[in-house]
């Protein structure tokens, strides 16, 4: 167990050596009764860091942050959040693959961490956790978020983890839904309807719907409901889907400064997955599947409240109550006799079905504070947050000889185990600014007890932490069209759930916690048509915890580095004669390799070094064109990085691909905006492996997509 006696000592240090070294440098300046102002942002902004991802506020944050707003991806042709957030520089989501195999589950990497089930960032929703267990289980199998209910994502890859841990290694992202309309009444209606039309996947017809209606009084008041389906057919054999997203935002004016905020949602997804491909079954057709038995459910219901008052300007408390109750059941069938051919319906012997329950509750008051002390500006934060997860997860498992009809058999209870947590947060940071700089300490205590009970055997294991977690972010206006930044970051990750020992043999207690170091620095620039970004990162990550033979083990140290860098240009501002026309790309390159064990010095499976975007967007009169391209190159399936690879499709190498998207969009006057579009436009077969999955192999990504769709405004 930490103390956090050296790291209490050390906070005073840590808040007061860099407004001293500020103070030294700067001529003395009047003092004025005016509220303070750091860089433009207000107590709102100060209290709130992600917020609505406000362009400014983004433009000033002291580290790596990219948001893409509901205009890109729609012009995009994006149709899953997955697929929007590609547009993000170090970002890279593979296929639906695995436990994650369809549109209600996320896969999510940043800068080489794991992109499985997003197990390497915090993922949250206006601020609160998405994943089913923060602490306990933070993987999203159920990525309970609907692209039609957003109006911008927004990723911070450095300086959050002082608010928003733990597991912020990877860096957080944050879905913004769309806000209530101001106008008494108001709201959008979205159709739209995919049809595959490349290789061996002709015809399958997915459909997509997003509603919202709603409005607000004079007061500020108001009220919005939501809707967002997804039914039918995806590119693949096996993959009807139904997926309901129901949500209710209301703000209720108390006074002229304070207001309660709510939120209310259901989530329910029912699909049949498709499963993975030997290496013989995608070479015969890479959209066909094998597996006919296989099955995801999933609900999560979500109850939030807020009540924020911002005083006269200069104070901002906000307290937030939120409440998740969510279910998942997979169905996967298996082979783990036969090396080649997984659990295809020839040749499966076991089927597995999977239900799993989470109750999370957690509170979190902020209290943010704008003040002056002689010439330095302060805009300080104190906040605490105390969270409770409950979870339960069963195996029911039929098994026979290869081939057998599993529902002829009746399924046995082998597995059934029991987890919670409880945590406590403590947090405080202070934003000082002097002149154009702006130094921000900062400082994260977690206190976390996590818990496994067998319910099978009554064996316990029961693990408690308490980390300290320091930061520091510089940021220098150096004018209005140049900002730089540094920042270092610690995260950490309590040992999951599941990784918590179920048995004596299982060795419980031995696995550490993980816990990541993270140094940045970058720059951004914006004049005239012309905006650039880029920034350096170092991430050194020790204890990762894997599954290795189905046993969890602490794997040693990595190193991430890189560089992400982002441009775009508004031509128009060049000549006239190119008014409308922009252009715009994003590169990253990251380099992620083993510090320790057999595999030292090897590349990390299942990402890319260099991935990349690049487009065009012309807009005349009411029509609006746009072409866009993105690539990565060639990564691995495993962290030994085989050559060769395997007859099951779960080991080798994963080829490097381009896919290129084109849109036409028509605006009628006062009607609606018309689009048509191809996805993958040039029909090119890409896939990921499910490197470590029980029934892993081949997934194939999306082919050639035609698409139409419809949005009204009123």
Same mark, same amino acid.
């Given at each position: 167990?930490?103390?956090?006696?050296?790291?209490?000592?050390?906070?005073?240090?840590?808040f007061?050596?860099?407004?001293?070294?500020?103070?030294?440098?700067?001529?003395a300046?009047?003092?004025d009764s005016?509220?303070?102002?750091?860089?433009?942002?207000?107590?709102t902004?100060?209290?709130?860091?992600?917020?609505?991802?406000?362009?400014?506020?983004?433009?000033?944050?002291a580290?790596?942050?990219?948001?893409?707003?509901?205009?890109?991806f729609?012009?995009?042709?994006?149709?899953?959040?997955?697929?929007?957030?590609?547009?993000?520089?170090?970002v890279?989501?593979?296929?639906?693959?695995?436990?994650?195999?369809g549109?209600?589950?996320?896969?999510?990497g940043?800068?080489?961490?794991?992109?499985?089930?997003?197990?390497?960032?915090?993922?949250?929703?206006?601020?609160?956790?998405?994943?089913?267990?923060?602490?306990?289980?933070?993987?999203?199998?159920?990525?309970?978020?609907?692209l039609?209910?957003?109006?911008?994502?927004?990723?911070v890859?450095?300086?959050?983890?002082?608010?928003?841990?733990?597991?912020?290694?990877?860096?957080?992202?944050?879905?913004?839904?769309k806000?209530?309309?101001?106008?008494?009444?108001g709201g959008e209606?979205?159709?739209?309807?995919?049809?595959?039309?490349g290789?061996?996947a002709?015809?399958?017809?997915l459909?997509?719907?997003?509603?919202?209606?709603g409005?607000?009084l004079?007061?500020?008041?108001?009220?919005a409901?939501?809707y967002?389906?997804?039914h039918?057919?995806?590119y693949?054999?096996n993959?009807?889907?139904?997926?309901?997203?129901?949500?209710?935002k209301?703000?209720?004016?108390?006074?002229?400064?304070?207001?309660?905020?709510?939120?209310?949602?259901?989530?329910n997804?029912?699909?049949?997955t498709?499963g993975p491909?030997?290496?013989a079954?995608?070479?015969?057709?890479?959209y066909q599947?094998?597996?006919?038995r296989?099955?995801?459910?999933?609900?999560?219901?979500?109850?939030?409240?807020k009540?924020?008052?911002e005083?006269?300007?200069?104070?901002?408390?906000?307290?937030?109550g939120?409440?998740?109750?969510?279910?998942?059941e997979?169905t996967?069938?298996?082979?783990?006799t036969?090396?080649?051919?997984?659990?295809s319906d020839?040749?499966? $012997?076991?089927?597995?079905?999977?239900?799993?329950?989470?109750?999370v509750?957690?509170?979190?008051?902020?209290?943010t504070?704008?003040a002056e002390?002689?010439?330095?500006?302060?805009?300080?934060?104190?906040?605490?947050r105390?969270?409770?997860?409950?979870?339960?997860?069963?195996r029911f498992?039929?098994s026979?000889?290869?081939?057998f009809?599993?529902?002829?058999?009746?399924?046995?209870?082998?597995?059934y185990?029991e987890?919670?947590?409880?945590?406590?947060?403590?947090?405080?940071?202070?934003?000082?600014?002097?002149?154009?700089v702006?130094?921000?300490?900062g400082?994260r205590?977690?206190?976390v007890?996590?818990?496994?009970?067998?319910?099978?055997?009554?064996f316990?294991d029961?693990?408690k932490y308490?980390?300290?977690?320091?930061?520091?972010?510089?940021?220098?206006?150096?004018?209005r069209?140049?900002?730089?930044y540094a920042?270092?970051?610690?995260?950490?990750?309590?040992?999951?759930?599941?990784?918590?020992?179920d048995?004596t043999?299982?060795?419980?207690?031995?696995?550490?916690?993980?816990?990541?170091?993270?140094?940045?620095i970058?720059?951004?620039?914006?004049?005239?048509?012309l905006?650039?970004?880029?920034?350096?990162?170092?991430?050194?990550?020790?204890?990762?915890?894997e599954?290795?033979?189905?046993?969890?083990i602490?794997?040693?140290?990595?190193?991430?580095?890189?560089?992400?860098?982002?441009?775009?240009?508004?031509?128009g501002?060049l000549?006239?004669?190119?008014?409308?026309?922009?252009?715009?790309? $994003?590169y990253?390159?990251?380099?992620? $390799?083993?510090?320790?064990g057999?595999?030292?010095?090897?590349?990390?499976?299942?990402y890319?070094?260099?991935?990349?975007?690049?487009?065009a967007?012309?807009?005349?009169?009411?029509?609006?064109?746009?072409l866009?391209?993105?690539?990565?190159?060639?990564?691995w399936?495993?962290?030994t990085?085989?050559?060769?690879?395997?007859?099951?499709?779960?080991?080798?190498?994963?080829?490097?691909?381009?896919?290129?998207?084109?849109?036409?969009?028509?605006?009628?006057?006062?009607?609606p905006?018309?689009?048509?579009?191809?996805?993958?436009?040039?029909?090119?077969?890409y896939?990921?492996?499910?490197?470590?999955?029980?029934?892993?192999?081949?997934?194939a990504?999306?082919p050639?997509?035609?698409?139409?769709?419809?949005?009204?405004?009123?």
């Open positions: 167990m930490k103390n956090f006696g050296d790291s209490a000592k050390a906070l005073g240090l840590l007061t050596l860099p407004s001293m070294a500020l103070l030294a440098n700067q001529p300046l009047a003092q005016q509220p303070v102002q750091l860089q433009g942002i207000t107590v902004a100060a209290g709130d860091w992600l917020g609505e991802a406000d362009p400014e506020v983004v433009r000033t944050h580290g790596g942050r990219s948001v893409v707003r509901q205009e890109q729609e012009q995009s042709g994006a149709s899953t959040v997955t697929e929007a957030i590609r547009a993000i520089p170090g890279q989501t593979p296929p639906p693959n695995g436990s994650g195999g549109d209600y589950a996320l896969n999510i940043i800068r080489g961490m794991t992109s499985r089930l997003s197990a390497g960032a915090t993922i949250l929703m206006d601020g609160i956790p998405l994943a089913n267990a923060l602490y306990g289980q933070p993987e999203t199998s159920l990525g309970a978020v609907s039609g209910m957003l109006q911008a994502i927004d990723v890859k450095g300086g959050g983890s002082v608010r928003y841990g733990p597991g912020t290694s990877g860096g957080v992202v944050n879905f913004v839904t806000d209530i309309p101001t106008t008494p009444y209606i979205s159709l739209r309807g995919d049809s595959t039309a290789n061996d002709n015809g399958r017809l459909g997509k719907s997003d509603i919202m209606a409005g607000s004079q007061n500020g008041s108001g009220l409901v939501f967002s389906g997804n039918g057919e995806s693949r054999d993959t009807n889907q139904d997926i309901d997203d129901f949500m209710l209301g703000r209720l004016a108390l006074t002229e400064t304070s207001r309660l905020e709510t939120r209310l949602r259901h989530y997804a029912d699909a049949s498709p491909l030997t290496q079954a995608f070479n015969a057709d890479p599947s094998t597996h006919s296989e099955r995801f459910k999933g609900e999560r219901d979500e109850y939030v409240l009540y924020v008052n005083f006269n300007g200069d104070y901002r408390l906000e307290t937030t939120f409440h998740t109750e969510s279910f998942r997979l996967i069938a298996s082979a783990p036969t090396s080649v051919n997984g659990g020839a040749s499966l $012997t076991i089927l597995d079905r999977l239900p799993r329950n989470y109750s509750y957690g509170f979190e008051p902020r209290f504070a704008l002390t002689g010439i330095v500006k302060h805009a300080a934060s104190i906040g605490y105390y969270m409770t997860e409950s979870t339960d997860e069963m498992r039929r026979g000889a290869a081939g009809n599993p529902f002829g058999v009746a399924e046995a209870r082998n597995r185990t987890g919670s947590t409880e945590a406590h947060a403590v947090y405080i940071d202070n934003a000082m600014k002097v002149g154009t702006t130094v921000t300490p400082i205590f977690e206190k007890e996590v818990d496994r009970l067998n319910k099978l055997t009554g316990r029961t693990e308490e980390e300290p977690l320091p930061s520091l972010s510089a940021g220098w206006e150096v004018n069209d140049l900002f730089t920042n270092y970051s610690t995260s950490f990750n309590p040992v999951t759930h599941l990784a918590l020992g048995s043999a299982a060795g419980a207690g031995s696995l550490e916690p993980e816990r990541a170091k993270t140094y940045e970058g720059a951004r620039y914006k004049a005239g048509g905006s650039l970004e880029g920034g350096l990162f170092l991430i050194h990550f020790d204890n990762q915890i599954s290795v033979n189905s046993v969890n602490n794997t040693g140290a990595t190193k991430h580095q890189g560089i992400e860098t982002a441009a775009e240009y508004d031509l501002t000549y006239t004669s190119l008014k409308g026309l922009s252009v715009y790309a $994003t990253a390159y990251t380099e992620a $390799t083993r510090e320790q057999v595999n030292k010095g090897r590349q990390l499976g299942l890319s070094p260099h991935i990349g975007t690049v487009g967007r012309y807009r005349v009169s009411e029509w609006t064109y746009n866009n391209a993105y690539g990565q190159s060639r990564q399936a495993d962290d990085n085989s050559v060769q690879g395997s007859a099951n499709g779960k080991l080798g190498p994963i080829a490097g691909y381009v896919l290129f998207n084109g849109q036409v969009a028509y605006d009628f006057a006062d009607g905006t018309v689009a048509f579009g191809i996805n993958n436009i040039f029909d090119e077969v896939a990921t492996r499910a490197s470590i999955e029980a029934n892993g192999g081949l997934f990504g999306a050639r997509t035609a698409y139409i769709t419809t949005k009204f405004v009123f």
